[in-house]
């Protein structure tokens, strides 16, 4: 039978991990067997540019805070997994998945955006979208067009008009 001490603290890290899903916008989970330590800090410092953090907890831990969370994760919970926890939603999905793309043997199981059940499909369309500044730039580019074509009529009715008197 477990002592006190050690069931404590095991709730101690069910409640860490269910306090992490709950403030997290995109959460990620990913196999990591076979990365170095070095591939898995240099993930961890990108990682952490956008206040996003990976961690390893023990697949019943994380089933028990997703049990307590009511999300099944119940058929991704085998083999060693990592858990990344983001702030916001779409930077650390970008590097997780720019990291899969340089390194076959990342794997992501599956992820939890906005607290619902993603599968690796959807993660992948959330990866492909532009970054906020790439979407800015698209945005002016097209209301550049309306300006510019405001611009030259205009232009062209005021020739008009001194052309009439």
Known sequence: MAS????????????????????????????Y????????????????????????Y????????????KINLDEFLEGPNAILFGKTLLEPIKIVSDFAKKMDKLDIRVGIISGDVADVSVIKEYANIPSRE???????????????????????????KEGKE
């Open 58 to 69: 023990k697949n019943t831990l994380l089933k028990r805070a997703a049990d307590e969370l």
């Open 33 to 56: 067997q076979g990365l170095t330590v070095e591939d898995l800090s240099n993930l961890r410092k990108e990682l952490k540019k956008v206040d996003s953090e990976v961690k390893v």
């Open 134 to 160: 790439g979407l800015l730039t698209m945005l002016a580019g097209g209301m550049m067009q309306y300006v510019k074509d405001l611009a030259i009529s205009l232009n062209l009715y005021a020739e008009q």
């Open 4 to 31: 006190t001490k050690i069931l404590e603290k095991k709730k101690e890290v069910v409640n860490e991990i269910v306090n992490k899903l709950k403030n997290s916008e995109s959460v990620i989970i990913f196999q």
